[in-house]
């Protein structure tokens, strides 16, 4: 690039001017990228340039980008990729997928989980169920199993029908002291 | 790999992962390239530029992508749009992150003269030079860029600069009643 500069006395000239402040409405992102790419009819083109003149650090921006704008430009860190990837996960994906069919309706509860065949977890569901009939069959057993407890049923039975006036051992014992 | 140019857009706007993937891996270049060059002054740590980085693509997806879905592909072309959305995310992030500092021989002149106040600034009045004169003295004169690069900037060629700055100079002296050397 070459380094061409003004002569002095130009420089001198200039250094003695100011210029006045430039009302100028806002200039959005995409206007300053139209103008850089001289897609701007003169008029547009001039609104822009008068605030880029007046603004230095719009100035600096204008020169910087449309240098870069030129130029090959080098590889990016892997690391700015992998984050800015991240940015847009596979959540925000699916829900701007084609919409598919509603699923079935899911049962709820214990029992509808337990008889549920057609779902996962199988295996899970068959030992569960069958630990629950192991215990309650060895509870019911060590508890005396079905003839003991026939038995108590019968005596409490006979013990309850039995007439308080009757006689029996206690009544005898006391009826005999009189 | 994917160029900005083939980038789907509407499946961009619309949060499409692999869309968004193929446009990372085409505009994390310009994006690097810009951000480096923007805060080149500010001395920041590799973490800090790693970071402006990293905050011009949150801008571009924040908010459901809404800074994305204001690109217009007939006013622009997306790389350019990108990095100048890229440079103005870098510099608010350096302001963000620390006062600007650089190195005195790096800094035009101009900017580092002390004004001598009791010299009184003649003013140009509106209208004497048209805006792009204007442009190409502050840039020639205030920014201390070469002709090529202010050429470059307006898409135009060396001789146009020379010629604009010669009227705008002949104006000038006109004007204030110098004499031409």
Redesign the interface.
């Known amino acids: 690039m070459s380094t061409e500069r003004m002569p002095s006395s130009d420089r001198e000239l200039w250094q003695r001017l100011a210029t006045g402040p430039v009302a100028s409405a806002p200039i959005t992102e995409l206007d300053f990228a139209a103008w850089i790419e001289g897609r701007l009819t003169e008029r547009e083109a001039a609104r822009i340039e008068a605030a880029v003149a007046v603004d230095p650090e719009m100035r600096r921006a204008a020169l910087e980008l449309a240098d870069i704008l030129g130029k090959p430009l080098p590889e990016a860190p892997a690391r700015l990729e992998v984050r800015a990837r991240a940015l847009v996960g596979f959540a925000v994906e699916k829900r701007f997928a084609e919409p598919v069919a509603a699923p079935p309706k899911i049962r709820a509860g214990l029992f509808d989980w337990l008889f549920a065949w057609d779902r996962s977890f199988a295996l899970q569901r068959a030992v569960t169920i069958t630990a629950a009939i192991v215990l309650a069959v060895s509870g019911f057993m060590m508890g005396g199993g079905l003839s003991e407890t026939l038995a108590a049923e019968r005596y409490v039975t006979k013990w309850q029908t039995t007439d308080p006036y009757s006689s029996n051992e206690l009544t005898d014992f006391l009826g005999s002291d009189f | 790999m994917t160029e900005l140019n083939q980038i789907d857009l509407r499946a961009l706007a ?5 869309t ?2 193929g446009f ?2 085409a505009a ?7 951000v480096r ?2 805060l080149a002054s500010y001395r920041l740590s590799e973490e800090d530029v ?1 970071d402006a ?2 905050d011009v ?2 801008r571009l ?1 924040a908010n459901d992508f809404r800074l994305l879905k ?3 592909p007939a ?3 997306l ?3 990108l ?3 890229a ?2 995310a870098a ?1 608010d992030h350096a302001r963000r992150r620390r006062q600007a500092t650089q190195p005195l021989d790096e800094v035009p002149e ?1 900017n580092l ?1 002390v004004e001598d106040r009791h ?1 009184e ?4 009045p ?1 209208g004497l030079l ?3 004169q ?2 190409i ?13 202010v050429a ?4 135009i060629d ?1 001789q146009t600069v020379r010629s604009t ?1 010669h009227k705008a ?1 002949l104006r ?2 006109a004007h ?1 009643g ?1 004499e031409t ?1």
């Open positions: 619309k949060g499409d992962k692999r968004w993937d990372v891996a994390a270049p310009l994006i690097n390239a810009v060059r923007a790693m980085g990293q693509f949150v997806c204001t690109y217009d006013r622009a072309g790389s350019t749009w990095a100048v959305v440079r103005s510099v101009a003269g010299i600034k003649l003013k140009i509106q048209t805006e792009r204007l442009l003295l502050k840039c020639l004169y205030d920014e201390e860029r070469d002709v090529a690069e470059q900037l307006l898409k060396a700055h100079l000038l002296r204030f110098e050397p």
